[in-house]
């Protein structure tokens, strides 16, 4: 299995602009969850879907944020538009259901930088 | 509420010496608990877990953590460390009832630095 599958890796972009990051995560999971990572905050849930329906995005810093799961095999996570204080590291992770008992499994990534 | 608290930032040893990372735990009912190493520049990847049984629990890279129910603690150690343990260390929990089953909620993490 190639594991949960990000691009882009590193994304340098300006203010304003709409950054895309996407998310394909392990076949058969129904579980998808976007975290994000900075040294100040450290390790945020964003979002996360089952069955490619939102369950709980309380964690979506504001309405700048968006995520869709158009299908079980991919997931994005889109901000527009993009501010500096946005820069941070973007994951992606999925599990099976196994009634709770399964560990995530987390993509390398997306290194995000706002000019 | 389910939380994790993480007490040390930063744990530095000695190659060769034992290691312990220290996680306490809030959660209602019987907990899920997790380890999670990440090593830089990647992400996060399964070390461990504890779900119920032997409050002994081994895992990979030669790690293990016990479950402490009265302690609400779940300590990651390891006999004697490598140079290569050196990452971020991440304990977590979920709360296998209500709406939040699904949710894992990490601590801060725990720099482990291990010196040659």
């Known amino acids: 299995d190639a594991g949960v599958i990000q691009s882009p890796r590193h994304e340098v972009t300006e203010m304003g602009q709409e950054v895309t990051l996407r998310c394909k995560p392990i076949s058969g999971h129904d579980y998808l969850f976007w975290y994000r990572q900075t040294m100040m905050r450290g390790l945020e849930l964003l979002i996360y879907f089952n069955n490619n329906v939102p369950i709980d995005d309380s964690g979506m810093p504001e309405d700048r944020f968006s995520a869709k799961m158009p299908n079980a095999s991919f997931s994005t996570l889109k901000i527009q538009p993009s501010e500096p204080r946005d820069s941070a590291v973007y994951f992606c992770a999925s599990r099976g259901t196994v009634w709770g008992t399964g560990e995530l499994f987390f993509g390398e990534g997306s290194r995000l930088t706002v000019l | 509420a389910q939380s994790v608290a993480q007490p040390e930032d930063q744990v530095n040893v000695a190659e060769g010496n034992p290691l312990t990372v220290k996680c306490t735990y809030s959660?209602?009912?019987?907990?899920?608990l997790f380890w999670y190493v990440q090593y830089p520049n990647r992400g996060l990847q399964f070390l461990l877990k504890y779900i119920t049984g032997d409050n002994l629990v081994k895992g990979s890279y030669g790690f293990e953590a016990e479950f402490n129910k009265s302690q609400t603690s779940f300590h990651l150690k390891k006999p004697s460390a490598l140079v290569s343990d050196s990452a971020l260390y991440f304990c977590a929990v979920r709360d296998h009832r209500g709406s939040t089953l699904g949710r894992l909620y990490f601590g801060r993490g725990t720099q482990l630095t291990v010196w040659p």
């Open positions: 959660v209602s009912g019987n907990p899920y």
